[in-house]
Structures are given as C-alpha cells and as structure tokens.
C-alpha cells in the first residue's frame, strides 16, 4: 500500500514504531545506492519521484546517502540522437572517441542532474559530482574465446577519491556520481555503473549498499514473485552463477556486490525499483521486500 492516509492512526503509529531501532541504528551511516533501472525512464512522474522520496526520508532520518547513477537508455538515445553509429563485438558495445564524447554529456550534464533536480523537488541536498572528479580508471581489458577485445574508452575503476566524498556528507549533501572515470592522464571512459558502485561502496566502507533493479531481488524462478530469496551468502553467490540461477545482467551486479562485501561494506540488498517505497521497507522493517547478500 503506498497510500497510508487509508490506514487507521494506530496502524500508522506501528508503522513508526517498527522503523525506529532502525533509524537509531543506522544514523551517521553511509549507505551507497545504486539508482538504475527501468523506473528512470517511466513516462509516470510519480514512478520517478517515488524512490527519490525514499532517498529524501533516508537523509531526513540521518544517514548519510551517496547515489551512483546508471543511464543505458539515456545513452543509446542519446546516441542516436547524434548519429553516432554504435559498434558491438561479441555483443559488447564499442565506445569509440565520438561516443565516450556523447556519453559523458549524457550522464553528467543530463541524467546526473535530472535526479538532482527531482530530489532538490523533495527538499533534499543533492550534489552532482561527475565520475571523472573522483573515479580513477584503467582500459577494460576483455577477453571472449581467447580473443582480447578492444572495447574503446570502456573502463574499469580501481581507485576511488574518498575525500571529495565525505566533504560533501559532512556538509550535508547527498552526493550524485555518475559512472564515468578518468585514466591517470585524464582521458574519460564510460564503465559499468554497478562496479561503480561497489568500488565507491567499498571505498566508503558503506553500511549497506542497495542495488534498485528491475526484479524484486534475486529469484530461483525469474517467472514465480514467491521465489524470492531472502538472504544469501556471498560464498554461496558463484554456485548460483554457476547453475543459472543468477543470470544476465544481474551476473556483473552480484560480482560487485560481492566484491563490496570482502571489501569491508556491511551488506548490500538488491531491490525492485518499481515496488512502492522498496527502499524504506527493506531497510526500515523486519522482513524486508528484497534480497540481502551478507558476508559469512
């Protein structure tokens, strides 16, 4: 029920009773939130406002709330738009010079401060801080068949400037990062917002790290909702991988997630982006709504 103006008072004095050990818990904790999915191109404005409510509510609440934003969609309009032709090997796009070009105004001049803008619309203190600001790259290296593919500007972060960062939870704000990075020369690559993520996550020492999909969280049956799993054991994420079970695009998301773990983030939830408030409900109740992933 995302409408609690239908519930009784009693109800919703509960409703504020439950979340608060919570909130004592987790007041001056950073928590990373990896904003992607389908939700950010969803023609419904309230689809888009929703999860930034929960955003605001976090930061009201006292945690300290870091965002690294994705854009795929954003990005292959974009391109379009330009007439820059998009090149794939081995199904993997090529970001050649022109392109690396289009997607840096696209996630920092664009997407970035869309959603600043619609948390500046909920009363919160975004502050966009580009990726290349911050994030510190190397060229991706990627091998298919034996065969080392050149991906262009496609990078993979290995440093992350944690300094930027804290100033700006320690004056307040809540910083909006985009996924772009730059190599120890300066040139700009595109990488992968989910690794993104983890490395700042991780860098942060982050109490939790949320990752907002376009499933409920991870499913033994992507087709039946009641095949939810709960919790899982980073050790037990490869076997999972292994059989199937995690597939797809959600492969890179559970790789940085554990990766993130090992690296010293608490733990780290993935969450339906689409479903009311996930975010309030997986973090602020006892049951949650989506999967967590915690370290043995």
């Not at 239908?6 to 409703?15: E, G, H, M, S, Y």
């Not at 004056?171 to 300066?186: K, L, N, R, T, V």
Request: glycine residues 8%; hydrophobic residues 45%.
């Amino acid at each position: 029920m995302s409408d609690i103006s239908q519930l009784d008072v009693t109800t919703k004095a509960a409703v504020l009773l439950e979340a608060l050990p919570y909130i004592q818990r987790f007041r001056d904790a950073i928590f990373v939130v990896k904003y992607g999915g389908a939700f950010m191109d969803d023609a419904d404005p309230m689809v888009r406002t929703r999860v930034a409510t929960d955003i605001a509510f976090l930061h009201a609440a006292g945690i300290k709330v870091v965002v690294v934003h994705g854009g795929g969609k954003a990005i292959t309009r974009a391109l379009a738009e330009s007439n820059v032709q998009t090149r794939f090997e081995h199904g993997l796009r090529v970001t050649d010079a022109e392109s690396v070009k289009v997607v840096d105004h696209t996630l920092n001049k664009i997407v970035n401060l869309e959603i600043c803008e619609i948390l500046q619309a909920k009363n919160a203190r975004p502050l966009a801080i580009p990726g290349n600001n911050i994030l510190v790259c190397d060229k991706k290296q990627v091998v298919v068949d034996g065969e080392e593919l050149d991906l262009g500007f496609v990078g993979e972060t290995h440093t992350v400037k944690t300094k930027i960062i804290k100033k700006a939870l320690n004056d307040g704000y809540i910083p909006i990062i985009s996924p772009i990075a730059c190599d120890e020369d300066g040139q700009v690559y595109n990488t992968n917002a989910d690794a993104a993520a983890g490395r700042v996550a991780a860098a942060l020492r982050a109490r939790r790290l949320v990752y907002l999909c376009d499933v409920p969280g991870l499913m033994k049956d992507i087709n039946d909702p009641t095949s939810l799993i709960s919790s899982l054991n980073a050790d037990d994420v490869a076997g999972l991988v292994q059989d199937g079970t995690i597939n797809k695009g959600m492969i890179p998301k559970t790789d940085s997630a554990v990766k993130a773990l090992r690296s010293g983030v608490h733990r780290v939830h993935f969450i339906d982006g689409e479903q009311p408030h996930s975010l309030l409900l997986e973090i602020f109740t006892d049951k949650g709504v989506g999967t967590e992933i915690v370290n043995s």
